[in-house]
């Protein structure tokens, strides 16, 4: 009977025992049963089952549905009662392979705990490999692949495929692009390295390292980036337990140089922002046991230390300072989480010159927590920013929803907001949208991101990591997570998406402190830019919005520190874009530079009339923000014959290194 029913199994097979041993010669399969001899090819790797090691050798099979399906594969038969098979699931290529799903032992047959068992979305024509690996069993298997109806992920749900990198150092906490291609890069930090894994656009990393100063401040509790230098390359803080350490990148990109300041600072949050708007990154420092700190930049990315005026109180207790435009004044506001035995919650409003004022009391945002950090978003779109205070610990209440009221001031809603009844504390809370739905998710303890109903409720969702770094690893538009020597990719859906990438040019460079409007059906979605959010990590530089179902977006707006406004109308879904600052139609002319250009339109010489500094170096942008042309000024002339008809944007370096930007048209 047995040999009948193994004749039988033959006679249905795609292929019998010709399983082929690397992923370039992976043999097409289709729907139906394949068997295939011992498993003595290349290891499959990266390995695609949470918590799984490497094996050493493997099996290969590439599969291309026609059509988009739901498909099974599973060893969960008969005929394998007694093996113990592993199955990983990739798309891409080769060289790059990106885990879908993978499965050790999910079978019920015979041993639950042996033959498994795995099922994923096929989209038409994507091809897919399946690899069978050794671990437990090298010896061969018979496998069904079962094609059902395609059944799309519920697009309120987000899973993670979970995936180990090989990242050096010691402090593994961030996520942001370090060689200005706007590309998300891992950044880990060692006394006396930086190691990095880059990004490449066929996503894959590139592993560098780079020499740095030997400092006894190490970022132990924080870690920001931000280009304090205007120079197009990211630098960063480290925020430790004794004091504050910069690391600027070499232009180059060769190796690091060091600037740190002797006071002590028992460093919690840090962040970049620009404090006085003079379009150079300062930085701000929480203090755990005095008034917080703040670093000036001079314009040149030297920083000199001040302390107090942004959260004064003596015994310190700043954990979580996050900087956000919570009254649509267009600067940034402080909010500071507080932790101890005495602190309230801290709002500090912008006064616009460079100077705070605590409305804790008035906004309805002072309070005894117990938390080290916060997550602000717009959460039910409707302009204003609101916030989530995390609890680390219940002795003062949970977690705290408050809904912005527009006027300043903010309401708590969080009885039936779904935080009421998450109890589980964290010292980590972000606000990112995991599964671009267009309504923004918060991720908290528990391995839990808290799915946003839309209505300023939220749903609990499992998924298989803490909170780390948020970027996208794999720039296919889902946010991803960093978190150690894993990372987690976004599985997705059918949501479609935008992301943005900013290059200041009268404001930071990063763009630092911009709020970006995202409009459609929608109504209005809003986003800023922030370095430092959370407790920790640092996170992606990059603006992302999900939209949906919606395949249409009327337009976006980029409303810069420096007051310029940049309008984008109808910009394809479902692709990253770079945004210079000046860069389109919807410059505000009252904070042009004060120069003229003519004639405009020109054919040929642009003439340059300023009597109100002396210029150095022109550089000239086209509306994506490419460098078209970089040249001295003689005579305050240019010459721009060489550039194609089109509009442009021109930015002048005075002999302070200021810039100056204006348009014109090319003929």
Not at 104 to 123: I, Q, R, Y
Not at 313 to 340: E, H, P, Q, T, W
Not at 349 to 378: C, H, K, L, Y
Request: hydrophobic share 35%; charged share 15%; aromatic share 10%.
């Amino acid at each position: 009977m047995k040999k009948l029913l193994l004749l039988f199994l033959l006679s249905i097979t795609n292929f019998v025992a010709n399983g082929q041993n690397t992923c370039a010669t992976a043999l097409p399969v289709t729907a139906g049963i394949t068997v295939t001899d011992a498993i003595n090819g290349e290891v499959p790797t990266p390995v695609c089952i949470a918590g799984g090691t490497v094996a050493t050798a493997g099996k290969w099979y590439i599969y291309t549905p026609v059509g988009n399906r739901t498909v099974t594969v599973t060893t969960d038969l008969n005929i394998n009662i007694g093996k113990d098979p592993r199955v990983h699931i990739y798309k891409g290529g080769c060289n790059n392979l990106i885990c879908v799903a993978g499965d050790d032992d999910s079978g019920v047959l015979g041993n639950p705990d042996a033959l498994c068992k795995v099922t994923f979305n096929a989209m038409s024509g994507t091809p897919y490999y399946i690899a069978f690996d050794n671990k437990w069993d090298s010896s061969g298997i018979t496998f069904n692949l079962i094609e059902n109806d395609y059944i799309p992920q519920p697009v309120s749900v987000v899973s993670f495929t979970q995936q180990p990198i090989s990242l050096q150092g010691t402090y593994k906490d961030c996520v942001v692009d370090m060689n200005g291609d706007y590309l998300d890069d891992i950044v880990s930090v060692s006394n006396g390295q930086i190691h990095m894994l880059l990004q490449t656009e066929s996503g894959t990393f590139q592993s560098v390292t780079r020499t740095t100063p030997i400092t006894s401040f190490q970022p132990s509790w924080s870690i920001a980036a931000g280009d304090i230098d205007n120079d197009g390359f990211n630098d960063l803080i480290y925020g430790g337990g004794q004091g504050v350490a910069f690391m600027k990148q070499n232009s180059n990109q060769t190796a690091f140089t060091m600037m740190s300041t002797p006071e002590y600072v028992f460093s919690q949050r840090t962040n970049f922002v620009d404090l006085n708007n003079d379009g150079h990154l300062d930085a701000f420092v929480c203090h755990d046991v005095d008034p917080n700190v703040r670093y000036m930049n001079d314009g040149n990315g030297n920083f000199t230390f001040f302390q107090g005026g942004m959260g004064d109180y003596d015994a310190g207790g700043n954990y979580g300072s996050i900087f956000v435009d919570y009254d649509n004044d267009g600067d940034m506001d402080l909010f500071i989480a507080k932790c101890g035995s005495g602190p309230i919650d801290e709002l500090h409003r912008n006064n616009g010159d460079g100077t705070f004022t605590d409305v804790s009391i008035v906004a309805g945002m002072a309070e005894p927590s117990q938390s080290w950090s916060s997550a602000w978003a717009d959460f039910d779109n409707d302009g204003d920013m609101d916030a989530m205070i995390g609890a680390s610990s219940n002795s003062n209440g949970g977690h705290k929803l408050r809904r912005n009221n527009g006027d300043g001031t903010f309401t708590d809603i969080t009885f039936g907001s779904g935080l009421d009844v998450f109890s589980t504390t964290n010292i980590e809370n972000v606000a990112h949208d995991f599964n671009n739905d267009g309504f923004v998710d918060l991720f908290m303890g528990g391995n839990t991101i808290m799915i946003n109903n839309g209505n300023m409720t939220f749903t609990p969702n499992p998924i298989n990591t803490a909170v780390g770094s948020i970027g996208d690893l794999n720039n296919d538009g889902f946010l991803d997570i960093q978190l150690g020597n894993n990372i987690f990719l976004n599985n997705g859906n059918d949501n479609n998406w935008i992301t943005l990438s900013l290059q200041g040019v009268t404001s930071n460079r990063n763009g630092i402190g911009a709020r970006v409007e995202l409009y459609g059906a929608w109504g209005k979605q809003i986003r800023e830019v922030r370095s430092g959010d959370g407790f920790r990590h640092m996170s992606t530089l990059n603006t992302h919005f999900g939209i949906g179902t919606e395949e249409t977006i009327t337009k976006l707006v980029i409303k810069w520190p420096s007051g310029i406004v940049d309008e984008i109308l109808n910009p394809a879904i479902n692709q990253k874009i770079l945004v210079t600052e000046s860069s389109t139609l919807g410059v505000n002319p009252s904070v042009a530079s004060k120069f003229t250009v003519y004639p405009n339109p020109t054919k040929n010489i642009l003439n340059i009339e300023s009597a109100s500094f002396d210029i150095k170096t022109a550089t000239v942008y086209d509306i994506t923000g490419r460098v078209v042309l970089t040249s001295k000024v003689n005579n305050q002339t240019i010459d721009v014959h060489s550039l194609s008809t089109g509009t442009y944007i021109l930015s002048l370096i005075d002999a302070e290194g200021k810039n100056h930007i204006q348009k014109f048209i090319k003929n």
